[in-house]
């Protein structure tokens, strides 16, 4: 496995175990993080803050279902569920487009769309 799939598997470990210092250490300085529709974050400081979403509980669970990568950029696809404090679940699949710089996440895309 390459270094920059080994960052985004880390990455998305993190994820599941709301490890915000794990997350962190997969990140650029000049991290941005967009979602289409829905937010653009710039910084590792705006990225900490959105990693345990003020509408979920718990940690996500997050099956990935395949990477893909290509000189500096990986893509993930996958499903994620996780649980909402309003007593609902997020039940969704998501590609995420990791653009790698010397092993770390510097720009994020995530698509996602619930089922």
Known sequence: MSENKRTVSK????????????ILSCLADDIIWEMPGHFNLSGKE??????ENDNFTGSPTIQIKRLVEEDNIVMAEGAVQSKMKNGGMLDAVFCDVFHMRDGKIFHLTSYLMTK
């Open 11 to 22: 990455y998305m470990e993190g994820f599941s175990e709301s490890n915000h210092e794990k």
């Open 46 to 51: 705006a990225f900490d803050k959105e990693i």
